[in-house]
């Protein structure tokens, strides 16, 4: 169980090849925890977690200051220039599973190019991808 004088940012990172999802994972940790370059290809092959430190003093509950850790999950894309779909969706469903268990506030960043202009089509086919569906 999470200390009570503590709160837990899970943050899990989703988007297509080359769009900067470990970058931003990187500098919303302020760390160098997740392989960033350019390339060709994709570059993340598997599920990664990066931690914060414990940030004192950046909020209240009932009056009293709480503690601030952030994990980001860095993830591979989809479309995955070496995995298939199947497999992607194994390995981020593994990862959530495995890492985001534990108490918190978790939510997910859809990272998208600023560079290159919107296509509603491929959008929607990661954002299909991410949707969770309870059967």
């Known amino acids: 169980m999470a200390d009570s004088n503590e709160m837990t940012i899970?943050?899990?990172?989703?988007?297509?090849t080359q769009t900067g999802k470990s970058a931003a994972g990187n500098s919303l940790l302020g760390s160098l925890d997740f392989e960033s370059h350019l390339s060709p290809s994709s570059v993340t092959t598997c599920c990664?977690?990066?931690?914060?430190?414990r940030i004192s003093g950046i909020t209240r509950?009932?009056?009293c200051e709480l503690a601030l850790r952030v994990r980001v999950l860095d993830t591979p894309s989809y479309p995955h220039s070496s995995l298939s779909k199947e497999q992607?969706?194994?390995t981020v469903r593994s990862g959530l599973?495995?890492?985001f268990r534990e108490e918190g506030l978790h939510l997910a960043l859809l990272v998208l190019r600023a560079d290159l202009p919107l296509c509603p089509d491929e959008n929607d086919q990661t954002i299909?991808?991410?949707q969770v569906r309870n059967k």
């Open 97 to 99: 599973a495995h890492h």
């Open 48 to 53: 990664s977690l990066g931690h914060s430190c």
């Open 88 to 90: 992607v969706k194994h």
């Open 128 to 130: 299909q991808f991410i």
């Open 10 to 16: 899970n943050l899990v990172v989703l988007g297509r």
């Open 61 to 63: 509950r009932n009056g």
